[in-house]
Nanobody, 118 residues
């Protein structure tokens, strides 16, 4: 059974930093391609960052140079380091599994709330 469990969201002031974590179970994490999405109130869910099994990364333009996606295969954990946070980064952040090897999937975590406010 696939499980993705996010943590690390909280209230932070503008300019602050947070690190989100997503622990995966039930999958061959080391060959999985993963991503972080977010959904703000009244808006569509959007892709924030993605990482392949080989470590190639991609970012939305709005977070490039501020956010860093990474993975620790030994811990089956996906991370999102968020720096220089802005109020517009406020959203529920979701971990997503979309590929393992050559097979496509669509698994989501339950989400973790990030609020950026003074």
């Amino acid at each position: 059974q696939v499980q993705l469990v996010e943590s690390g969201g909280e209230l932070v002031q503008p300019g602050g930093s947070l690190r989100l974590s997503c622990v995966a179970s039930g999958i061959a994490f080391n060959i999985a391609s993963m991503g972080w999405y977010r959904q703000a109130p009244g808006k569509q869910r959007e892709l924030v960052a993605s990482i392949t099994s080989g470590g190639d990364t991609d970012y939305a333009g709005s977070v490039k140079a501020r956010f860093i996606i990474s993975r620790d295969n030994a811990k089956n954990t996906l991370y999102l380091q968020m720096n220089s946070l802005k109020p517009e980064d406020t959203a529920v952040y979701y971990c997503h599994l979309h590929r393992i090897g050559s097979n496509w999937y669509d698994y989501w975590g339950q989400g973790t709330q990030v609020a950026v406010s003074s």
